[in-house]
């Protein structure tokens, strides 16, 4: 009897400790985080994209100015002349002005959407490039989630820093294997 009683005993101590195996398995999920913005600016190739970006910015950016300059012109004549014209010709000058802020807005809007679109053509082979390493560190450490700490709505208020990924993906896309963190 005592026999079949240890023999019971030790079944209900291995399902008890392979279904505790399992729920700590499950507790267990991998988890890491990292900081997208110091990666990118530390990728290399960035220096020289943000360079290009900034040089050609500059170009939209002169003519943003000059146009602005022109409608400001333009309307601090019309405060000067608005005294002295007739009604027919003050509502003519204002709906000028009216169509030189529309155009305006129009080029600034234009600009500024060439300037998301240049800048995205500029950064997504750098970004293609290190999600490229981010999944494979993902992989090898079988990782379950990577947290991005720079992604707007995080909501990580604390971490271990030994869960940051974020100088591993800069050594790996620097081309320097590591296998520490």
């Known amino acids: 009897?005592?026999?079949?009683a240890v023999a019971v005993l030790a079944v209900i101590v291995v399902a008890?400790?392979?279904?505790?195996s399992t729920e700590q398995a499950q507790n267990d999920a991998r988890i890491a985080y990292l900081n997208s913005e110091?990666?990118?600016r530390q990728t290399?190739?960035?220096a020289a994209a943000e360079s290009t970006f900034t040089s050609e910015m500059g170009v939209f950016q002169k003519e943003v100015e000059a146009l602005q300059v022109r409608l400001d012109s333009v309307v601090?004549?019309?405060d000067q002349q608005s005294i002295v014209l007739s009604p027919t010709a003050r509502q003519e000058k204002l709906q000028e002005i009216r169509g030189m802020q529309q155009r305006f807005e129009q080029r600034s809007?234009?600009?500024q959407q060439r300037a998301q679109e240049r800048r995205a053509e500029l950064v997504a082979p750098l970004e293609e490039r290190i999600q490229t390493v981010i999944d494979g560190v993902r992989a090898e450490r079988n990782l379950a989630v990577i947290f991005d700490v720079a992604?707007?709505?995080n909501n990580i208020i604390a971490?271990?820093?030994a869960l940051d990924l974020t100088p591993t993906i800069i050594r790996r896309l620097r081309g320097e294997q590591s296998t520490q963190q």
């Open 76 to 78: 601090r004549d019309f």
């Open 1 to 4: 009897m005592a026999r079949w």
């Open 109 to 111: 809007g234009e600009l």
């Open 38 to 40: 110091v990666i990118l």
């Open 16 to 20: 008890s400790v392979a279904a505790r």
């Open 159 to 161: 971490a271990d820093r």
């Open 151 to 153: 992604s707007p709505g």
């Open 44 to 46: 290399p190739g960035y």
